[in-house]
């Protein structure tokens, strides 16, 4: 299994913007960013499969933009208009099972080789 390291997380205040970054993008699979805060269920944010159709949870959509940028080989996540509700360790993962759908379901058992994660952090 490829390592996924994920990065670009921080502090900033509400309204703010970040961009988080995972290496490398595995064109090949569908990868999806999670986000888990303390206390609450993992939960799928925003994916993207092999022929780059995309799906976001509804509570990011029209904040979050996921992309691969293949220049770097990355899959990032472009997060505007943060809130505190955005706190949470960030993860990027590949796809391990199921097709299409379960992409676009973005359910935590269906994927793995989860990277370490990044931290981002919403004051009000």
């Known amino acids: 299994q490829v390592q996924l390291v994920e990065s670009g997380g921080g502090s900033v205040q509400a309204g703010g913007s970040l961009r988080l970054s995972c290496a490398p993008s595995?064109?090949?699979?569908?990868m999806a960013w999670f986000r888990q805060a303390p206390g609450k269920e993992r939960e799928g944010v925003a994916s993207i499969n092999s022929v780059d159709i995309i799906t976001y949870s509804d509570s990011v959509k029209g904040r979050f933009t996921i992309s691969k940028d293949n220049t770097k080989n990355t899959l990032d996540l472009q997060m505007d208009r943060l809130a505190p509700e955005d706190t949470a360790m960030y993860y990027c993962?590949?796809?391990?099972?199921?097709?299409?759908?379960?992409?676009?379901?973005?359910?935590?058992?269906?994927?793995?080789?989860w990277g370490q994660g990044t931290q981002v952090t919403v004051s009000a």
């Open positions: 993962a590949t796809q391990e099972r199921g097709g299409w759908h379960a992409c676009s379901q973005m359910k935590g058992g269906d994927f793995g080789n």
């Open positions: 595995l064109s090949t699979y569908c």
